[in-house]
């Protein structure tokens, strides 16, 4: 009887002993499982945060990088380069940053991508600092030459105008030494018979008419044409003797209009021709130097005087 008490204390104290096993076992199984987990949730959290601030990073410099190609696109476009590249991969830019900022948790091998393209962006953005480089060189080639042309046509400005003056001036002493010249003038006092003879001075009661005589000096300049010639006779007084009925008339000296005496439309032919031209006043002359102008068209060729007492 008391071995069979023995004997079941005996497996009751073994089988305590295992529950005790099983459960450490199950305790320190659960502690395993609860350490994975964490280790597993802590990686995951920190892979969340790198892959955050990756995120950060990468619409940092996208930012940068849309930044500096503004500038490009402002500095090519003011040396006369092409933009529109630029522009379209601004554009795309644009977009991927406006990605990056709304999908905080954009996926690693997307992330990956656009990383990637952040390099392509900074290599674009040398290739076009040394097409800006390029450009600049060609603005100071053409600069150059635009400087040296502009020289170039100031000296040539320079040279019209002196060939223009020296034109002007060559027309202007061709023009002068064109002009005519009268020569051998006398001035005859004529009686009533028409008869009469050169002198200094005549008698008003015997001065019926007054004759005035010339050549056209020859002038190889001159053009051969069609001229009008006046005789102005002024009084003392200085008074223009002046009779419609008998020819007299006006014409026009610098933009003004002054009275002739009389007139005569002659060709001019070179050949030294002879002109007379008669006046009858009718009434006496005036006591006192008498001055006879000779004009052919708008300019004097001669002057003469005579005197009355």
């Known amino acids: 009887m008391e071995e069979t008490t023995h004997s079941d ?31 597993n949730n802590q990686e995951k959290a920190d892979e969340l945060q790198t892959s955050q601030t990756e995120l950060q990073e990468t619409y940092a410099k996208l930012e940068s990088i849309s930044n500096e190609l503004d500038l490009k696109i402002q500095e090519i476009q003011k040396l006369g380069g092409d933009v529109e590249e630029l522009r379209l991969i601004r554009e795309t830019l644009e977009q991927e940053k ?15 991508q656009i990383n990637a393209r952040v390099e392509g962006y900074r290599e674009l953005l040398i290739n076009k600092d040394k097409e800006i480089a390029q450009l600049q060189e060609e ?14 046509q100031q000296e040539l400005n320079k040279t019209i105008t002196q060939i223009n003056s020296d034109k002007d001036q060559l027309a202007e002493k061709v023009a002068v030494a064109s002009q005519l010249e009268a020569e051998n003038i006398k001035v005859i006092g004529l009686n009533s018979r028409g008869k009469g003879k050169e002198r200094d001075r005549y008698r008003s009661s015997q001065l019926e008419q007054v004759q005035v005589t010339f050549n056209i000096a020859k002038n190889e300049v001159a053009e051969i044409k069609g001229r009008d010639i006046f005789v102005r006779i002024i009084e ?36 030294g021709q002879a002109l007379s031209f008669i006046y009858e006043k009718g009434s006496d002359y005036t006591e006192g130097r008498h001055q006879v102008e000779i004009y052919a068209d708008d300019y004097i060729i001669g002057t003469a005087n005579f005197d009355v007492r």
């Open 236 to 271: 003392p007084n200085g008074n223009v003797i002046f009779d419609v009925a008998k020819g007299s008339g006006t014409f026009m000296l610098d933009s003004e209009e002054i009275f002739y005496t009389m007139k005569k439309d002659i060709l001019f032919d070179n050949t």
């Open 98 to 112: 406006e990605q990056l900022q709304n999908d905080q948790v954009l996926a690693q091998k997307r992330y990956n």
């Open 9 to 39: 204390t005996s497996n009751g104290s073994n089988k305590r002993k295992i529950l005790f096993i099983v459960i450490g076992l199950l305790v320190l199984t659960n502690l395993v499982v609860l350490f994975l987990f964490y280790q």
């Open 139 to 152: 603005n100071k080639v053409l600069f150059a030459e635009n400087t040296e042309l502009k020289e170039e």
